[in-house]
């Protein structure tokens, strides 16, 4: 199994594989290049994390699954800079028409309406090759 790393801060540069915004990925990924991404909180510093999910979409492979964690009840904080918080019904949202396989919050201990995070597991419409 090869792995690709990804960020968006040029800082970590000699850490990962690629130092891009995960909006412009067709700069140097090919579509349908991969069976797995993981995004870990990620897309509350993404400036529109619709085109996020619209590229991650096209890296994808039909049938291929995301795992992401989001936050929505946690510190905001920069570097880069800290744009969004997700509820269950925005992350629904946000990745209509693909196959939502499980959506987990993270309980804040005594805030039942408001988890620390979610974990989400999703896959890509269509067929596996």
């Keep these: 199994v090869t ?9 970590v540069s000699d850490s990962v594989d690629y130092v891009v915004d995960i909006t412009e990925f067709n700069i140097c990924l090919k ?12 897309l509350k510093h993404i400036t ?7 590229e991650m979409n096209r890296i994808l492979k039909k ?10 009840n946690f510190m905001i904080h920069g570097r880069p800079a800290d744009y969004w ?3 269950d019904e925005g992350l629904r ?6 196959h939502i396989l ?7 201990p005594h805030r039942d309406e408001m988890p620390i995070e979610y974990s989400i597991v ?4 269509g067929e596996t090759t």
């Design 3 to 11: 792995c690709f790393t990804l960020d968006i801060d040029p800082r």
């Design 31 to 42: 579509d349908e290049s991969f069976d797995y991404l993981i995004c870990t909180d990620a």
């Design 48 to 54: 529109n994390p619709f085109s996020a999910v619209k």
């Design 63 to 72: 049938g291929g699954y995301i795992f992401i964690t989001a936050p929505l």
């Design 85 to 87: 918080r997700f509820t």
């Design 93 to 98: 949202l946000l990745f209509k028409g693909w």
């Design 102 to 108: 499980e959506l987990t919050p993270l309980p804040t």
């Design 122 to 125: 999703i896959q890509k419409p």
